[in-house]
């Protein structure tokens, strides 16, 4: 029986090591698309998920991971990439979906100011932050926006960094979606920092734009080896903040 968020939650640990029984690759699948539906930056999904299976490209990851328990004895891995390079692909993606969606006919005025002003976001705004030339450009408008910011309230994030950034945050939000849908199903997760992201790259084959986001060990926890000790966080008190 699938468990209910809170209980997913409470389940998840990252496991360290795993059982070398095998977990079915549809069920993981699902779970990436459920990663899929993770907010997102202007919506502009600048992710991509690999899925490994293959038992050749597990030992290499495992290597490029440090071999580290939570790679060696993983039955899956997912790898996380964040792409920014592609924000035309998807700003043109939403345009085309919002054309779609408004086109109907005897469009009521609000409908269609909401249409222009979705359109008008990814055909001028999200070109305005992410265009950029050696990072130059980006700093000029991070200059520019600093001194409009003296005025009025003004989106600032507008350097390449700020921009690897926002990718990073999204990616992580699906990373997250996609372990809590593992965990919801009794399956047992491990994001990985530790790794030597240009080896894993090139394992992966993919282009100068992508990015690693993390690597997530997949598979069922060993009882006795998995999890290395009972979950600590600092008290509650001293994270929350009611203002």
Known sequence: MEKTVTEAINYRRSTRVYKSEPIDSQKVKQCLYQASLAPTSSNLQLWEF???????LLDQLAVACLNQNAAKTAQQLVIVVTRKD????????NIEFLNKVYDKPNLEER???????????YQ???PTIYTDVFGILGFIKYLVFQIVGLFRPVYRQTRLSDMRIVAHKS???AAENFMLSMSAIGYDTCPMEGSDTLRVKQILTLPRGAEINMVIGCGIRDEDKG????????PFEDVYFEK
Do not use: C, E, S
């Open 50 to 56: 690999y899925h490994i299976t293959d038992k050749t």
């Open 86 to 93: 592609l924000w035309r692909q998807r700003a043109k993606a």
């Open 111 to 121: 409908w269609l100011k909401r249409k222009k002003m979705a359109i008008d976001y």
């Open 124 to 126: 001028k705004l999200i």
């Open 171 to 173: 990616a992580a939000l």
């Open 227 to 234: 999890i290395y000790g009972p979950r600590f966080r600092v």
